[in-house]
């Protein structure tokens, strides 16, 4: 049966977590007990068994293993591996296969003895499959089982790819995908079309014969399923679960990943809480929410009876509290995101002076800012304030094939009817034609190719900004170098993709910027622009002085939306606006009907923003506050 947690801040967690700062202090740690592990076994001559995982979560603790190695002498000639599972079928030389992950990440780079290393065979025949299987298992049991088992978990639930339905005392075994299983993967892949169906996994009874079993999670995509893993009941449609059975696991997190868990999203359930302004807020507001009432009809019973009695006492009585968070609410509202001119604005989310700001929207691909804020970017132009926007990357990763084909083709019959030069440019042409014929999935295109669909999201962004408003000269096209890989990874980020950034903000000196605040995003593109840009402002403060009268928002859409509690402006939208912002989205075409990365959404990218943008405005009358037709929010960064 599962275990009984008598721990009062940790009674809703059915099975052991611990929460680290970030995932590199949780990578390290998880490191260093592999590595204790790996030398106490060498001191008794015996062999160290190892369960691997793959996927972006262990990279980290793959790497601090091999600089051990290299650093502190760590051998592996005693370790065994197994590795969880495979695609099938798959080549073990494919760039997506987990025979190259794991030589890349940490096989190639430590003294281990290749025949100690055990990954599920991908290349096998289905009739082999069985045979291999049963082998696999038996080697595990012959060597006395695994000593330790990593493991990630994937947005299904699923570990190893023990997806939904799995039973919890399954063996190896050939699976099916879940389709988002295999959407998560596109990337990897060049489009879930390519991605396998099937792969081979060990089993949950086989990861459960392990002695030490530890599952570690990264960042707020984890968190919604980690709460389900660690405080859900046990279901076969959260596959994870089943781990609460074991009385030898333990789950490695970071704070992001945490995130959702009793203690620390709502604490005042689990403990006692020091009731500051923030933390009021959001209480108060997940108190409406629960009870389905508006905020001025929350009562003391309903403070009483769902945790926040003390709150009462501290800072009641209620309905002063409820009056507090209301006007704090109404005063996030605004149809002046750049402020309101003449007027007092000690209770509005901007401010009034200078009149006319110098506003800077950084939009990290170039349908990010009609997507998340088109509605704010025009009644920002409408407004009269001097308004930029500077598009980060190319996003030329993200056009399909077929469509630089086709702005080829009409550029070669432009040119025909106006008499212009054109072998050129056909020459050209069969060359992109030639290599898409034979291009692999994920395989990077030539420069040329890279430059059509550079400047086709470069047209569509234009015309988007110039329905928005702008003239031509405050339309800013940065190309930043990170990006510029031609693949789905990116390069690091250099200090040439910072100055450059800063170059455009001395340009501007805007006393507005606004940056993408939504890190969900499936390429992991935002927060890599967002920390560009706060990079620049800080190293610009040290020595402009027009950075400390420079506000910083944040705003999302295209991917996620900010909780109610969290948003600071609030910019309603009239069903006209709403319909603007649309028509704005509609000019990235390339972007339209079905995106090169769409994510887990299936709705268009301007109908998942219409949405929540009236998903927005629907919350805050849930909560007793005006009724617009949608909203778009934002929440200031102080740096």
Same mark, same amino acid.
């Given at each position: 049966?599962?275990?009984?947690?008598?721990?009062?801040e940790?009674?809703?967690?059915?099975l052991?977590?611990?929460?680290?700062?970030?995932?590199?202090?949780?990578?390290?740690?998880?490191?260093?007990?592999?590595?204790?592990?790996?030398?106490?076994k060498q001191?008794? %001559?015996? #062999?160290?068994v190892?369960?691997?995982a793959?996927?972006?979560?262990?990279?980290?603790?793959?790497?601090?293993?091999?600089?051990? &190695?290299?650093?502190?002498?760590?051998?592996?000639?005693?370790?065994?591996?197994?590795?969880?599972?495979?695609?099938?079928?798959?080549?073990?030389?494919?760039?997506q296969?987990?025979?190259?992950?794991?030589?890349e990440?940490?096989?190639?780079?430590?003294?281990?003895?290749k025949n100690?290393?055990?990954?599920?065979?991908?290349?096998l025949?289905?009739?082999?499959?069985?045979?291999?299987c049963?082998?696999?298992?038996?080697?595990?049991?012959?060597?006395?089982?695994?000593?330790i088992?990593?493991? $990630?978990?994937?947005?299904?639930?699923?570990?190893?790819?023990?997806?939904? $339905?799995?039973a919890?005392?399954? $063996?190896?075994?050939?699976?099916?995908?879940?389709?988002?299983?295999?959407?998560?993967?596109a990337?990897?892949?060049?489009?879930?079309?390519?991605?396998?169906?099937?792969?081979?996994?060990?089993?949950?009874?086989?990861i459960?014969?392990?002695? =030490?079993?530890?599952?570690?999670?990264?960042n707020?995509k984890?968190?919604?399923?980690?709460?389900?893993?660690?405080e $859900?009941?046990?279901?076969?449609?959260?596959?994870?679960?089943?781990?609460?059975?074991?009385?030898?696991?333990?789950f490695?997190?970071?704070?992001?990943?945490?995130?959702?868990?009793?203690?620390?999203?709502?604490?005042?359930?689990v403990?006692? @809480?020091?009731?500051?302004?923030?933390?009021?807020?959001?209480?108060?507001?997940?108190?409406?929410n629960?009870l389905?009432?508006?905020?001025?009809?929350?009562?003391?019973d309903?403070? %009483?009876?769902?945790?926040?009695?003390?709150?009462?006492?501290d800072?009641?009585p209620?309905y002063?509290?409820?009056?507090?968070?209301? %006007?704090?609410l109404?005063?996030?509202?605004?149809?002046?995101?750049?402020?309101?001119?003449?007027?007092?604005?000690?209770?509005?989310?901007e401010?009034? =002076?200078?009149?006319?700001?110098?506003?800077?929207?950084?939009?990290? &691909?170039?349908?990010?800012?009609?997507i998340s804020?088109? *509605?704010?970017?025009?009644?920002?132009?409408?407004?009269?304030?001097?308004v &930029?926007?500077?598009y980060?990357?190319?996003?030329?990763?993200?056009?399909?094939?077929?469509?630089?084909?086709?702005?080829v083709?009409?550029?070669?019959?432009?040119?025909?009817?106006?008499?212009?030069?054109?072998?050129?440019?056909?020459?050209?042409y069969?060359n992109m034609?030639?290599?898409?014929?034979?291009k692999?999935?994920?395989?990077v295109?030539?420069?040329?190719i #890279?430059?059509?669909?550079?400047?086709?999201?470069?047209?569509?962004?234009?015309?988007?900004?110039?329905?928005c408003?702008?003239?031509?000269?405050h339309?800013?096209?940065?190309?930043?170098?990170?990006? =510029?890989s031609g693949?789905?990874?990116k390069?690091?980020v250099t200090?040439?993709?910072?100055q450059?950034?800063?170059d455009?903000?001395?340009?501007?000196k805007p006393?507005?910027?606004?940056?993408?605040g939504?890190?969900?995003?499936?390429h992991?593109?935002?927060?890599? @622009?967002?920390?560009?840009?706060?990079?620049?402002?800080?190293?610009?403060?040290?020595?402009?002085?027009?950075?400390?009268?420079?506000w910083?928002?944040?705003?999302?859409?295209?991917?996620?939306?900010?909780?109610?509690?969290e948003?600071e402006?609030?910019?309603?939208?009239?069903?006209? =606006?709403?319909e603007?912002?649309?028509?704005?989205?509609?000019k990235?075409?390339?972007?339209?009907?079905?995106?090169?990365?769409?994510?887990?959404?299936?709705?268009?990218?301007?109908?998942?923003?219409?949405?929540? %943008?009236r998903?927005?405005?629907?919350?805050?009358?849930?909560? *007793?506050?005006?009724n617009?037709?949608?909203?778009?929010?934002?929440?200031?960064?102080?740096f």
């Amino acid at each position: 049966m599962a275990r009984l947690n008598l721990l009062e801040e940790t009674r809703f967690e059915k099975l052991p977590v611990s929460v680290f700062e970030n995932p590199k202090a949780a990578s390290l740690s998880v490191a260093k007990r592999i590595g204790d592990l790996i030398k106490e076994k060498q001191k008794n %001559n015996t #062999q160290a068994v190892l369960g691997l995982a793959t996927g972006a979560t262990p990279i980290a603790v793959y790497a601090e293993l091999v600089r051990m &190695h290299k650093q502190e002498g760590l051998s592996f000639k005693n370790v065994i591996t197994f590795n969880l599972d495979e695609y099938y079928p798959m080549q073990p030389d494919a760039a997506q296969s987990y025979v190259s992950f794991m030589n890349e990440h940490l096989f190639d780079h430590i003294d281990i003895d290749k025949n100690n290393v055990n990954i599920p065979d991908g290349t096998l025949s289905l009739e082999e499959i069985p045979a291999f299987c049963l082998a696999y298992e038996k080697k595990i049991g012959d060597l006395g089982g695994l000593d330790i088992q990593i493991l $990630g978990i994937g947005r299904t639930g699923h570990i190893g790819f023990n997806e939904p $339905g799995s039973a919890p005392n399954s $063996g190896t075994r050939l699976v099916t995908l879940d389709d988002l299983t295999r959407r998560d993967a596109a990337r990897d892949f060049g489009g879930k079309s390519f991605v396998p169906t099937k792969a081979i996994t060990m089993g949950i009874g086989t990861i459960f014969k392990a002695r =030490e079993i530890i599952l570690m999670a990264w960042n707020r995509k984890k968190a919604s399923i980690i709460k389900k893993a660690v405080e $859900g009941e046990i279901s076969s449609d959260v596959p994870a679960t089943y781990l609460q059975l074991s009385e030898h696991v333990e789950f490695i997190l970071d704070q992001d990943a945490a995130s959702l868990l009793t203690r620390f999203d709502t604490p005042w359930l689990v403990k006692d @809480c020091v009731w500051d302004e923030k933390l009021t807020r959001k209480a108060v507001i997940w108190l409406a929410n629960h009870l389905g009432k508006p905020v001025l009809k929350l009562t003391e019973d309903d403070y %009483n009876n769902n945790g926040m009695a003390q709150l009462a006492i501290d800072r009641g009585p209620v309905y002063n509290i409820n009056i507090d968070i209301f %006007n704090k609410l109404q005063h996030t509202i605004t149809g002046w995101p750049g402020g309101k001119p003449n007027a007092d604005d000690s209770q509005r989310p901007e401010r009034a =002076e200078p009149a006319k700001k110098r506003s800077i929207i950084f939009s990290p &691909h170039p349908d990010d800012d009609v997507i998340s804020m088109g *509605g704010t970017f025009i009644r920002l132009v409408d407004q009269k304030h001097d308004v &930029h926007v500077a598009y980060q990357t190319s996003g030329n990763t993200a056009v399909w094939d077929d469509d630089a084909l086709r702005f080829v083709e009409f550029s070669i019959d432009f040119s025909e009817k106006m008499g212009l030069g054109k072998d050129e440019l056909k020459g050209l042409y069969n060359n992109m034609r030639d290599f898409m014929e034979k291009k692999q999935p994920n395989q990077v295109d030539t420069p040329e190719i #890279q430059t059509v669909k550079g400047l086709i999201r470069k047209g569509e962004a234009i015309a988007g900004a110039r329905y928005c408003g702008l003239e031509d000269d405050h339309i800013h096209f940065m190309a930043l170098p990170f990006y =510029e890989s031609g693949k789905n990874n990116k390069n690091p980020v250099t200090d040439l993709d910072i100055q450059l950034t800063m170059d455009l903000l001395q340009k501007v000196k805007p006393e507005q910027v606004f940056a993408a605040g939504d890190f969900e995003d499936p390429h992991g593109t935002h927060i890599v @622009c967002f920390n560009i840009i706060l990079e620049a402002l800080k190293r610009l403060a040290k020595t402009e002085s027009w950075v400390k009268d420079c506000w910083l928002w944040m705003y999302r859409g295209a991917w996620q939306e900010f909780e109610t509690h969290e948003i600071e402006m609030a910019v309603p939208l009239s069903p006209q =606006e709403v319909e603007r912002k649309k028509f704005a989205i509609f000019k990235h075409q390339s972007q339209k009907d079905r995106a090169v990365f769409p994510g887990d959404d299936a709705r268009e990218f301007w109908k998942r923003a219409e949405d929540r %943008n009236r998903e927005t405005a629907q919350a805050y009358d849930n909560l *007793g506050l005006a009724n617009y037709e949608a909203m778009e929010a934002f929440v200031r960064y102080k740096f």
